[in-house]
T-cell receptor
Framework: DTEVTQTPKHLVMGMTNKKSLKCEQH?????MYWYKQKAKKPPELMFV???????INESVPSRFSPECPNSSLLNLHLHALQPEDSALYLC??????????????FGSGTRLTVV | AQKITQTQPGMFVQEKEAVTLDCTYD???????LFWYKQPSSGEMIFLIY??????QNATEGRYSLNFQKARKSANLVISASQLGDSAMYFC?????????????FGAGTTVTVRA
């Protein structure tokens, strides 16, 4: 299995809703990432998990809450989002971050619309 | 400060011709990696090619080749024999050499449109 699977593919939520994005990989990768991407812009890093521990938080607002229940799963819990949070959310994974890595594998993303 | 610079917002190329996408980078690390990704309108990010800072040969993967000029800090992507399916946004990215603190910095991207 060489894929990163993200669910759902599309999500529409109200500003008072609570929802979660899910990311799963079975490649034995030990680092997992959340990126946010606005239209026609590059991906922006949000969080990095290394060996199931949060290693990087790029000053993301607390309405985004990541969780890594095990080495194969990464969740992003969403609460009280704003319309400007509408974007494509990409999950990625990579091999052991303590070795010299050579690439990420990205999921196909969740297109989030906040209304 | 911008670490990855892609100066071509958009490019048109005729089918079957080659196209070069420019990328320059800025780092003080000796160990780093450079990547190119393709993103079609569907949104998925597809890994194309990788060049390590210590690699002496330019990387090649099928129709993709990376023209790595370390002294100039450039890592241009060459797509040969363009196909209609190559129409997409292309991102250059750099991994900097802090093991255990692994993240990629992306350039602004170049949109490629292949004409029949």
């Amino acid at each position: 299995d060489t894929e990163v699977t993200q669910t759902p593919k599309h999500l529409v939520m109200g500003m008072t809703n609570k929802k979660s994005l899910k990311c799963e990989q079975h490649m034995g990768h030990r680092a997992m990432y959340w990126y946010k991407q606005k239209a026609k812009k590059p991906p922006e890093l949000m969080f990095v998990y290394s060996y199931e521990k949060l290693s990087i938080n790029e000053s993301v607002p607390s309405r985004f809450s990541p969780e890594c229940p095990n080495s194969s799963l990464l969740n992003l819990h969403l609460h009280a989002l704003q319309p400007e949070d509408s974007a494509l959310y990409l999950c990625a994974s990579s091999q052991d971050p303590n070795r010299s890595p050579d690439g990420y594998t990205f999921g196909s993303g969740t297109r989030l619309t906040v209304v | 400060a911008q670490k990855i610079t892609q100066t071509q917002p958009g490019m048109f190329v005729q089918e079957k011709e080659a196209v070069t996408l420019d990328c320059t980078y800025d780092t003080s690390d000796q160990s780093y990696g450079l990547f190119w990704y393709k993103q079609p309108s569907s949104g998925e990010m597809i890994f194309l090619i990788y060049q390590g800072s210590y690699d002496e040969q330019n990387a090649t993967e099928g129709r993709y080749s990376l023209n790595f000029q370390k002294a100039r800090k450039s890592a241009n992507l060459v797509i040969s024999a363009s196909q209609l399916g190559d129409s997409a946004m292309y991102f250059c990215a750099m991994r900097e050499g802090q093991l255990g603190d692994y993240k990629l910095s992306f350039g602004a991207g170049t949109t490629v449109t292949v004409r029949a």
